[in-house]
Structure formats: structure tokens, C-alpha cells
């Protein structure tokens, strides 16, 4: 069982908004403003999307943001496109000398 | 251009150890904290491990903690993991990871990951 619960699976069509949640505990993602997102395509490694909560890395769209609200971060997608197809994971830093980092279990995103 | 090379994977028994590698290039390896990741087939991703700039300060899964040891060669770009008594629940692709905020966990750089099979 992972750390951080995510959803499954969700779903949109193109052009759609969707949003991810990962939820832990005050001692994870309330505790730090260290979350963050990952996108993985099958067979290949994952790509940050998302760091510090909501940052973006340079290349990655501004139709990725990323939010908090106590012990929930989110991950929203706006003009879902049919790439945007993939796993999505969300991370956080613990502060703990054991499993300092944590990650969800990660979310099923399927462009219909 | 950043790059992260995994190596060392392989098939292994139960109760053996192997030595993986993660050279870099294309950044100074000697500013950054690194980290190892792991995603056994068909699973998620795991956090395994992390090391800071000049190998001060490690940290481990409890899953791993006292079988794997996470070092690191500044002066040959080098990230290893030495894992030792190794499992069937070992079984994964291994990815280094580059940390952009002080391992925090912010991975911004991936390498495509060893294989690691543990099997009889």
C-alpha cells in the first residue's frame, strides 16, 4: 500500500479539464511544500511535470498545474490532448531519515 | 545535453547482490542530490533511496534499509547501488534520478532504468 492515495483511474475527452488528488498526511504532503508530479508513458522513464506544489519546469505546458489544501495536492489538466494519455504520480518529502520520500500510487489517465 | 546511464542490471538468485551504476554527464554531478527509484512490473513507482551532494548524508526505504548502500564518485560522475541479500520483491527497473531541490524529491532528470530480476 503506497504512502500517498491516488485515484486509480480518471478520465476525459479532448479539451476537457481533469484533476489528479493525492492524499497523505500532516506529516507528508501537509507538512512540506515538496510535492510533486510525475508523468509516465509506458515502457519509458517518468518526466516532472510539476515541483513545489505548483511549479512547472521549464518546457513543461501551462496547462499543468498543481495545487494544496491541507493534506490533498492536486494536479489539474486543462485541454486534456490525446499525449496526455499516461500514469500520473504525485511525490512528496516526508522529513523522516526513513522513507524521506514518498509516492502515490499513481493514477491511470485515459483520454477518451 | 543532461544525460543519466543506468548499468549493472541482471538476473540474480535469491540471497545475491549486485552493483548498479548511474553515470551522468552534462551537469556538475557534485552539485546535485541524487536519488534511486524503482517500479516492478506493472506497479508504481517506489522511492528507494537518496544521497546528498558530496555522500554526507543517505537515507533508505525501510523496505531496503541495512541490505542496499547508496554512494556516489564525484570525480568519475558515478552514482551506485549496492544491494546485497537480495529478494524476489526486489525485482524492478532501477532509475536514478536527479533531485533539483535539495532531495526533496523534486527529480527532474530520469535515466531509463536497469532491470533487476531476483530469481531462481
Known amino acids: 500500500q503506497s504512502a500517498l492515495t491516488q485515484p486509480a483511474s480518471v478520465s476525459g475527452s479532448p479539451g476537457q479539464s481533469i484533476t489528479i488528488s493525492c492524499t497523505g498526511t500532516s506529516s507528508d504532503v501537509g507538512g512540506y511544500n515538496y510535492v510533486s508530479w510525475f508523468q509516465q508513458h509506458p515502457g519509458k522513464a517518468p518526466k516532472l511535470m510539476i515541483y513545489e506544489v505548483s511549479n512547472r519546469p521549464s518546457g513543461v505546458s501551462d496547462r499543468f498545474s498543481g495545487s494544496k489544501s491541507d493534506n490533498t495536492a492536486s494536479l489539474t489538466i486543462s485541454g486534456l490532448q490525446a499525449d496526455d494519455e499516461a500514469d500520473y504520480y504525485c511525490s512528496s518529502y516526508t522529513g523522516r531519515t526513513v522513507n524521506t520520500v514518498v509516492f502515490g500510487g499513481g493514477t491511470k489517465l485515459t483520454v477518451l | 545535453e543532461v544525460q543519466l546511464v543506468e548499468s549493472g542490471g541482471g538476473l540474480v538468485q535469491p540471497g545475491g547482490s549486485l552493483r548498479l551504476s548511474c553515470a551522468v554527464s552534462?551537469?556538475?554531478?557534485?552539485?546535485?542530490?541524487m536519488h534511486w527509484v524503482r517500479q516492478a512490473p506493472g506497479k508504481g513507482l517506489v522511492w528507494v533511496s537518496r544521497?546528498?551532494?558530496?555522500?554526507?548524508?543517505?537515507n533508505y526505504a525501510d523496505s531496503v534499509k541495512g541490505r542496499f548502500t547508496i554512494s556516489r564518485d564525484n570525480a568519475e560522475n558515478t552514482l551506485y547501488l549496492q544491494m546485497n541479500s537480495l529478494r524476489a520483491e526486489d525485482t524492478a527497473v532501477y532509475y536514478c534520478?536527479?533531485?533539483?531541490?535539495?532531495?526533496?524529491?523534486?527529480?527532474?532528470?530520469w535515466g531509463k532504468g536497469t532491470t533487476v530480476t531476483v530469481s531462481s
Open positions: 552534462g551537469f556538475t554531478f557534485s552539485n546535485y542530490w
Open positions: 534520478a536527479r533531485d533539483r531541490v535539495s532531495g526533496s524529491g523534486s527529480m527532474d532528470v
Open positions: 544521497i546528498k551532494t558530496d555522500g554526507s548524508n543517505t
